[in-house]
């Protein structure tokens, strides 16, 4: 249900279904990936790497394709910048740990 919320947005910006469909089940296949991995001792630096990355890929793309969600207060696109923080703060500390 929430999957379809989102490719509707990026359809409704001109994307075609079947890319929309895609990116949104690309991007949940790797925060479930990642938020799995981080659990795991030897992966986790790599994890909290790749979810700066995947957040700041989001977080662009997002930007491009539909900047007016950056004005939803308890949107996904605001709601990313502080668990943006706190994986790097996570990765700042996750050597004392």
Do not use: H, N
């Amino acid at each position: 249900v929430r999957q379809d919320a989102a490719a509707d947005i990026l359809i409704s910006r001109g994307l075609p279904g079947t890319l929309a469909f895609g990116m949104v089940l690309a991007g949940s296949i790797a925060d479930i990936v990642v938020g799995a991995a981080v659990v795991v001792r030897p992966l986790a630096r790599s994890a909290l790497i790749a979810m700066i990355a995947i957040t700041l890929l989001y977080l662009a793309a997002a930007t491009a394709l539909a900047p007016d969600l950056w004005l939803d207060p308890l949107g996904a696109i605001v709601k990313a910048v502080p668990m943006l923080c706190l994986v790097l703060a996570a990765l700042a500390i996750l050597e004392e740990r």
